[in-house]
């Protein structure tokens, strides 16, 4: 039987706020990758890329702001699923929460990168202070770095996601599927992360590993939203009649 403190009084409803919350992570999160980033920075031309973010600078602010809310969830779920979880074993609850916040550290830390083209392109002081064509590559450059910054963030999530798919498994108050898939979706982060830093003669397997990295997301996010967890079962085992 563990702590009573670490037992939620509402779990099925903390679930559910999870769940919502999740899903605003995965939007936001697609939008500012594929509406976004997808739509302004080619990587084969800083100049057309320096052009784009000019024309549609409020499309790209809107993408600065979309991260930040994803990262802010992070953190707010960080906590979420320890609290569900922490009773099924709280060691691997709180590495869960402690690599799912070191990920929101790095990837904001990351998006730090993304607003130097704010800086360096326009009319703007510093600017002024570059020849265009300078500008534009040092643009292109710090995304450039935003976007390595971004990969090392999903190499962290992918060990979150082992930890919360062992957790979802032993746990009994959520299906054991669920677990398999998060676990599947960690494994996944990991060598996509891998890939791209140890074997970029493989980069094109990149694109391959995203589908399994990214569908158990929307699963788990889903079954959140409109399941939350069986309360009976969160009953037998956490809450037992006296």
Do not use: K
């Amino acid at each position: 039987m563990p702590n009573t403190a670490t037992l939620t009084r509402h779990p099925v409803t903390l679930a559910r706020l999870s769940g919502l919350a999740y899903v605003v992570i995965i939007l936001c999160g697609i939008f500012a990758q594929m509406a976004v980033r997808g739509s302004l920075i080619d990587w084969q031309s800083a100049d057309t890329t320096a052009e784009l973010i000019q024309d549609r600078n409020g499309l790209f602010r809107l993408g600065l702001l979309a991260d930040f809310l994803v990262f802010a969830l992070d953190i707010v779920l960080a906590v979420t699923f320890y609290r569900l979880l922490a009773p099924v074993d709280r060691g691997i609850a709180l590495f869960a929460l402690s690599v799912r916040l070191v990920m929101s550290g790095v990837m904001v830390t990351a998006l730090l990168a993304q607003t130097a083209p704010l800086l360096l392109l326009g009319d703007t002081a510093i600017a002024g202070q570059f020849e265009p064509a300078a500008a534009n590559t040092l643009a292109l450059t710090f995304l450039g770095l935003h976007n390595e910054g971004y990969i090392l963030g999903l190499m962290l999530f992918g060990l979150h996601g082992c930890s919360l798919g062992i957790l979802l498994v032993r746990s009994g108050y959520f299906p054991r599927f669920l677990g398999a898939l998060m676990g599947l979706s960690g494994l996944s982060y990991l060598a996509l992360g891998i890939v791209h830093f140890g074997f970029p003669a493989l980069s094109g397997l990149g694109g391959l590993l995203l589908l399994p990295a990214a569908l158990p997301e929307f699963v788990f996010a889903g079954w959140l939203l409109i399941a939350g967890l069986s309360r009976r079962r969160w009953t037998d085992r956490y809450e037992p009649a006296n």
